[in-house]
T-cell receptor, first 110, second 117 residues
């Protein structure tokens, strides 16, 4: 079963605004990753944060991880229309198997 | 780097047909590949883990005889949907991982949209 629950399920914002999406999980993890999926395409890896890290940045992306609350957030700053996609968190509770969250569908309006 | 090619991108066929989907790692060797199924506006559901040179590991509820997986080389895994029926219509995505460890990102193919009439 999917252990990652993402919130919100859908998000619609104006270009230039920030977008925040959250992921909660149930078991302990080695790392948590965020992926992006454009409609009808495969997933693209965005960022990986290890269980001993609390925050990580990559360009306009900022990811936080709170292992005590079993949650992570992805912040996209200064959003663009091209950021429109579905975003998934993936947890790795064991050694190799990934469990993907339910996803957040982001729509950025120009 | 780390490109995964999945082919075909779309298949439309009649009920009862068997369909083969290929997943290739183009510029790296993948000892482990994963096959997922995705329903519209839903998350990815792991179907099986494909290990080079050995039998695939299937997730609970996934029929081994229905979804045949072969990982004959370090760069190719195939998923064959045997005797496909309309309920098998879905978006199938493969991924490959460097080193086969969970501390590395997965690299995904672009998916195959399977439509069974």
């Amino acid at each position: 079963s999917q252990q990652g629950e993402e919130d919100p399920q859908a998000l619609s914002i104006q270009e230039g605004e920030n977008a925040t999406m959250n992921c909660s999980y149930k078991t302990s993890i080695n790392n948590l990753q965020w992926y992006r999926q454009n409609s009808g395409r495969g997933l693209v890896h965005l960022i990986l944060i290890r269980s001993n890290e609390r925050e990580k940045h990559s360009g306009r992306l900022r990811v936080t991880l709170d292992t005590s609350k079993k949650s992570s957030s992805l912040l996209i700053t200064a959003s663009r229309a091209a950021d429109t996609a579905s975003y998934f968190c993936a947890t790795v509770p064991g050694t190799y198997k990934y469990i993907f969250g339910t996803g957040t569908r982001l729509k950025v309006l120009a | 780097g780390a490109v995964v090619s999945q082919h075909p991108s779309r298949v439309i066929c009649k009920s009862g047909t068997s369909v083969k989907i290929e997943c290739r790692s183009l510029d790296f060797q993948a000892t482990t590949m994963f096959w997922y199924r995705q329903f519209p506006k839903k998350s990815l559901m792991l179907m099986a883990t494909s290990n080079e040179g050995s039998k695939a590991t299937y997730e609970q509820g996934v029929e081994k005889d229905k979804f045949l997986i072969n990982h004959a080389s370090l760069t190719l895994s195939t998923l064959t949907v045997t005797s496909a029926h309309p309920e098998d219509s879905s978006f199938y995505i493969c991924s490959a991982q460097l080193g086969g460890q969970g501390n590395q990102p997965q690299h995904f193919g672009d998916g195959t949209r399977l439509s069974i009439l």
